[in-house]
């Protein structure tokens, strides 16, 4: 009896707790601050940790707003880390290809390293061959940046703000950018970008996270199976400056418009694949009128993760990681080899400032730069 009275209890108790309110945790947002270490000039730097709930979870550091972590879940439910970059902050500072980092004043590059607005020719840091790539030596990937929690119960929001002032790197114009990262409970990193001005001046900001969806460090991205909304790309000259022509991808192996792996025409005797040592070419993403539209997916086989890129820029740069070789020893010890990670950097065409074809990447006192990409993560059943 005594027993029995004991049961009645703990089954009465095992009730009450399973009708009290759920506890959101599959649901609950939340950010969290530590230091990440100091620059070479003394300036502290942070790393926030964004983290939805449903098991995906996001690590920013103030230092050129990088995407340190990204953690996401495969089709069985277990979470990796899906983006190259170094444990601690000394290694972004010995020099790295952008993992992860904020690009600007302008992403890609432009041509010698000149351009004219206005009548007068500005002339920034030729930093890649005898052209000026991503912002130039000291561009948005190298600056500590402001940090403020925007969260909301719903989203971790993390906005960064930084002053680039009327000159740095060669640019005219005190532009003023924040670039808010939101972390949704749909399983998005939303990238919002926004810049003014109060001189005439060029803009094109974007990210440049390396993914490899099999989890960082794990292989080549070859296997990788891509689809890009786009039915035309911009030729590149050996310098990789679009030459201007808008070739259509219809038989070439720039065609993605259906599922195909990177890795199925990378080796083509090719003269583009050759110029970039694989895919490093710019998409032009069809129906960008502005709107967030949808501008690629990836799908990786082994682990079953998805991963979508949304949009409002006019086009994509797809870059497969031509560059890595063995170099650079990331997190974990892992050693990034040839292609192991991949770029979809969304933003205007490169070298638009000196080819007046391409959609205008001139930004003026009162206007705003207003720009959003959606990286969104799922994972697919085994086919
Ligand atoms: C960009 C360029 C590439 C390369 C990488 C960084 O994506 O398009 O050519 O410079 O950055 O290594």
């Avoid at 089709?75 to 170094?86: H, K």
Wanted: with cysteine; net charge neutral.
């Amino acid at each position: 009896m005594r027993f029995r009275g004991f049961a009645l209890i703990g089954l009465s108790l095992a009730m009450l707790v399973s009708c009290a309110p759920k506890k959101e945790t599959g649901r609950t947002a939340t950010m969290k601050k530590q230091s990440f270490g100091k620059t070479a000039a003394g300036v502290d730097v942070d790393l926030y940790t964004l983290a939805n709930g449903n098991g995906v979870e996001v690590a920013i550091t103030t230092y050129g707003g990088i995407v340190v972590s990204l953690k996401t879940p495969d089709r069985a439910g277990l979470s990796s880390d899906i983006v190259l970059g170094f444990d601690s902050l000394d290694g972004y500072l010995k020099g790295h290809p952008y993992f992860g980092a904020l690009i600007g004043r302008y992403g890609n590059r432009i041509a010698k390293g000149r351009f004219t607005l206005n009548g007068v020719e500005y002339k920034l840091a030729v930093n890649n061959g005898e052209n000026h790539l991503h912002g130039g030596i000291q561009g948005f990937d190298k600056v500590v940046w402001k940090a403020r929690d925007v969260s909301t119960p719903e989203a971790a929001s993390l906005e960064l703000t930084y002053l680039s002032k009327d000159g740095e790197e060669g640019y005219p114009g005190n532009l003023s950018v924040t670039v808010t990262y939101t972390l949704t409970a749909k399983n998005e990193l939303k990238i919002d970008y926004l810049a003014t001005t109060d001189k005439d001046t060029v803009v094109n900001l974007t990210n440049h996270s390396y993914f490899n969806l099999a989890g960082q460090g794990q292989g080549d991205i070859l296997g990788h199976e891509v689809t890009i909304n786009a039915g035309r790309f911009l030729p590149v000259d050996a310098g990789l400056i679009p030459t201007g022509e808008r070739k259509a991808v219809g038989g070439t192996p720039f065609d993605f418009n259906r599922p195909m792996t990177i890795g199925a025409r990378i080796q083509q005797d090719d003269e583009q694949l050759k110029r970039g040592k694989g895919y490093d070419h710019c998409y032009i993403l069809n129906g960008s009128g502005g709107a967030l539209t949808p501008a690629a997916r990836v799908h990786e086989p082994k682990s079953g993760r998805v991963m979508e890129v949304l949009t409002t820029e006019p086009a994509l740069q797809l870059y497969t990681g031509n560059f890595l070789d063995g170099t650079l020893t990331g997190k974990g010890g892992k050693v990034y080899q040839f292609r192991y990670g991949f770029c979809m950097e969304t933003q205007h065409y490169p070298d638009s400032p000196n080819q007046p074809d391409f959609p205008s990447v001139v930004l003026k006192p009162g206007a705003k730069y207003q720009t959003t990409t959606v990286y969104r993560f799922s994972a697919e059943a085994a086919r």
